[in-house]
């Protein structure tokens, strides 16, 4: 693995770096770490790696390694920057014949997503997209037993994604990661719903199977002045005949990640919390709910199965849910150099077509939220 951006001075990098050592399958073998070359040697180096492994910009770092042997040069690269400047490096290392992981949202806009899809379905390459979210075991086993028929049809669903942590303008203050997130010029046109509630979207449509076809919207911004949302409701209607409400909201004052999944269909529902990571409720009409708790159990679904790490009664967290990611990544990366086809597990990660839909779920939430008659927007293409 190569890694642009993550250095010392970074917020989710070092997540990234412990996720994808996890299992022992990555390497770390260079990296152009901050736009700062001085904070990205420092950071390489603190990272183990020798000095002409560790780069002063991304352009320097995939020319170089595509010069060394294979198994030498790195596989993939992992883009870890604020979404301003995903795009060019994942065109350029597939351009070069490496393989792509980036952070969420994929690009910085619908048309650069397109243009990124057009690019791996001409070379071939895999990219991965870290919707850590759905790593999680429980959510795993909230998918396949929906997909088994336990809750009927579908009839209505409410995800919700709070934070506090932007209630005043901290970004003002500088020396946080508040900055680059509320900047237009580097976050795009979105704010809140763009940083956090593709999380939410993205969670809906993999756990339920259905697609989000349209919705009505609205958009707020609390803090005085803050160029972007902050807070973002919407009704949302799905293929199959789902509908559902999804509130992300970053001014929750006193919350920190509380994202909280139910679905309802006509037999019965199902809860998660992320805060609870472990749990899963289902509820029924005509018995008492039941309590599942993931971990090593012999009940549980092949799919929660297959990504399940600590043995029962133990937490599977945030860093084991974005290594299940990169290990699925990894291992169809794998698969496909021996010339072998990645099994279903393998694959289930997200792909450029979850970023290309992310980024159609934000430019269809900005369209409809500010808009002030607050009129049915169908889903953007």
Known sequence: ?????????????????RAALM??????????????????LSSGRSYHLPDNRIYKNYTEMFENESRLPEGERMDFVTIVTPNR????????????????????????SLDEAKQLQAKVEQT?????????????????????????????????????????WLADRIELQGGNNAGWRTDPKLTGKAGCVGDIG????????????????????ELTTFAAGRPV????????????????????????????NKIYLRIYGEKGGLEWSQMDPNRLILKWGNRPEETIHVGSNTYLGAAAAW???????????????????????????????????????????PTVYDGVRGMQFIETMVTAGWDNDKKWQPWID
């Not at 693995?1 to 770096?17: E, K, L, Q, T």
């Not at 022992?24 to 700062?36: A, H, P, Q, R, W």
């Not at 400047?85 to 910085?108: C, I, N, Q, R, S």
């Not at 919407?234 to 789902?242: N, Q, R, T």
Request: hydrophobic content about 40%.
């Open 229 to 256: 949302d902050d807070d973002g409701v919407a009704f949302l209607h799905y293929d199959g005949g789902l509908k559902g409400v999804l509130t992300s909201t970053q001014i929750a004052i006193g919350e920190a």
């Open 85 to 108: 400047f995903h795009y060019e490096p994942a065109v350029t290392a597939l351009d070069l014949g490496f393989h792509v992981v980036v952070d969420k949202p994929m690009t910085f």
């Open 1 to 17: 693995m190569g890694m642009v951006g993550g250095g010392s001075d970074a917020f989710i990098g070092a997540i990234h770096r």
């Open 124 to 164: 071939g390459l895999v990219l991965a997209l870290t919707h850590v979210y759905t790593g999680y075991p429980a959510v795993k086993e909230m998918k396949t037993r929906i997909a088994n028929g336990e809750l009927g049809k579908l009839r209505r669903l409410y995800v919700e994604y709070s934070q506090g």
């Open 307 to 349: 990504d399940v790490r600590t043995p029962a009664g133990h937490p599977e967290g945030f860093i084991e849910s974005f290594a299940n990611i990169y290990r699925n990544f990894a291992l169809t990366l794998n698969a496909r150099q021996n010339g072998e086809t990645p099994t279903p597990d393998m694959l289930d990660f």
């Open 198 to 217: 593709t999380h939410a979207w993205h969670l809906s449509e993999y756990v339920t199977g259905q697609k989000v076809t349209g919705l009505c919207a």
């Open 23 to 40: 299992e022992n399958d990555i390497e770390l073998v260079c990296g152009c770490f901050s736009i700062n070359p001085e904070i990205s």
